[in-house]
């Protein structure tokens, strides 16, 4: 069944302190995929995504992600965080031939504190 | 450009009511999306649909929950007979046609008392 794993649900930093989180995926054909950030109290908001090419993708907000093909992953990073980055960080993937149907992973809660 | 709107944001229901939740695509989007975020999950998908077409609705539960994009208007999830379970936050998302980029509305808490 297609997926979406991501392995840490709670994450907490001080500011400066650099993020990783982890996003794993079933599957093995074509995928574009997603990071998605939910700030409390409002929408969901798209912070990169990748579809092909430069396996490292440069999003909004100084955040990154690195698409790892035979590792069916594709990790957030982000250097230094800052407690305004104290939100909700989704992974989600188009799987082929599912248009734009995502699959969400389970979400990793972040809390920055000063 | 107004972004996708939902409403309302919060709806409050008793047992064995009805709950009808709205969104409003873009202007120019012609496909919508259902998501439904349970407390501690992701968003699960729940239904697609284009103008006056469901197109998938895999995510649907079988019995109470129906979805509807008319013509004219916005898309409606009707919940029937609501229980408990069906509290949670319902996502609505909208895109044009052939762009895979989707852009979600603020969402609609329901709460079933």
């Known amino acids: 069944a297609q997926s979406v794993s991501q392995h840490n649900h709670h994450v907490i930093l001080s500011e400066a302190a650099s993020l990783e989180l982890g996003c794993n995926y079933s599957y093995g054909g074509t995928v574009n995929l997603f990071w998605y950030v939910q700030y409390p109290g409002q929408h969901l908001q798209l912070l990169l995504k990748y579809f092909s090419g430069d396996p490292l993708v440069k999003g909004i907000k100084g955040f990154e992600a690195e698409f790892i093909k035979s590792k069916f992953s594709f990790n957030l990073r982000k250097p230094s965080v800052q407690w305004s980055d104290t939100a909700e960080y989704f992974c989600a993937v188009i799987f082929s031939g599912g248009y734009n149907k995502l699959i969400f992973g389970a979400g990793t809660r972040l809390a920055v504190h000063p | 450009n107004a972004g996708v709107m939902q409403n309302p944001r919060h709806l409050v229901r008793r047992r064995g009511q009805e709950a009808r939740l709205r969104c409003s695509p873009m202007?120019?989007?012609?496909?919508v999306y259902w998501y439904r975020q349970l407390p501690e999950e992701g968003l699960k998908f729940m239904v697609y649909l284009q103008k006056e077409n469901i197109i998938d609705e895999s995510g649907m539960p079988k019995e109470r929950f129906s979805a509807e994009f008319p013509k004219e208007g916005p898309s409606i999830l009707r919940i029937q007979q609501v229980v408990r379970g069906d509290s949670a936050a319902y996502f609505c998302?909208?895109?044009?046609?052939?762009?895979?980029?989707?852009?979600f509305g603020s969402g609609t808490q329901l709460s079933v008392l």
């Open positions: 202007k120019g989007h012609s496909h």
């Open positions: 998302a909208s895109s044009p046609p052939g762009n895979e980029k989707l852009f």
